[in-house]
């Protein structure tokens, strides 16, 4: 059992380059979501998902996509590059359930620099 | 949300528990409460949580006092990979939602 699992764990960028993010969790989770974290700012949430082929946007999600074509797997995409993107992005997954909805599993993050 | 109040930091002899504690006077009564780690350059961690009556996991223990209004964490055996920021988040736990940590306690393991 991997739990959240994040490909690349690094990555640099030139301005304008585009790439995907691949968040990948085997918990069976309906939920996942796309963090930020930046010095200071502490998480800002990009774009989440409700279940399969679902998304929506989070409160910083300008500059980016989504896709959830498969329960297992969320995809964050930069199609052009901004230096204002460089962070530590994290991914997350959680199940349905009453409490459970604020019980989230974070991966181990990807760090992105744009020049 | 309940606002919560935590020390900014704190030092624990390895091997000894670490207790921390969090106060969140305004909690409602469909608040949990919920704790969250995060050990330098890694992801934030879930630990534990709770809602009225005290928890325990493989990673900690949860106790909240009777009138809900505080709490406290404790890692039992305290090791050097627990060195990390602890955060002590209330929420209400029936809508899916963006985690929000605030300032948290920076917990040192000294050996």
């Known amino acids: 059992n991997a739990g959240v699992t994040q490909t690349p764990k690094f990555r640099v960028l030139k301005t304008g380059q585009s790439m995907t993010l691949l968040c990948a969790q085997d918990?069976?989770?309906?939920?996942m979501y796309w963090y930020r974290q930046d010095p200071g700012m502490g998480l800002r949430l990009i774009h989440y998902?409700?279940?399969?082929?679902?998304?929506a946007k989070g409160e910083v999600p300008d500059g980016y996509n989504v896709s959830r074509l498969k329960k297992q797997n969320f995809l964050l995409g930069l199609e052009s590059a901004a230096p204002s993107q460089t962070s530590v992005y994290f991914c997350?997954?959680?199940?349905?359930?009453?409490?459970?909805?604020?019980?989230?599993?974070f991966g181990p993050g990807t760090r992105l620099t744009v020049t | 949300d309940a606002k919560t109040t935590q020390p900014p930091s704190m030092d624990c002899a390895e091997g000894r528990a670490a207790n921390l504690p969090c106060n969140h006077s305004?909690?409602?009564?469909?608040?949990?409460v919920y704790w969250y780690r995060q050990i330098h350059s890694q992801g934030p961690q879930y630990i534990i949580h709770?809602?009225?009556n005290n928890e325990t996991n493989e990673m900690a223990s949860l106790i909240i006092t009777e009138d809900r209004k505080s709490s406290t964490l404790i890692l039992p055996h305290a090791t050097l990979r627990d060195t990390a920021v602890y955060y002590c988040?209330?929420?209400?736990?029936?809508?899916?939602?963006?985690?929000?940590f605030g300032p948290g306690t920076s917990l040192s393991v000294i050996p």
């Open positions: 305004t909690i409602s009564g469909n608040e949990y």
């Open positions: 988040i209330v929420r209400v736990g029936t809508s899916y939602d963006k985690v929000i």
């Open positions: 918990m069976n989770h309906e939920y």
């Open positions: 997350a997954s959680n199940n349905r359930g009453s409490s459970k909805l604020y019980e989230q599993y």
């Open positions: 709770g809602l009225k």
């Open positions: 998902s409700v279940g399969e082929g679902t998304t």
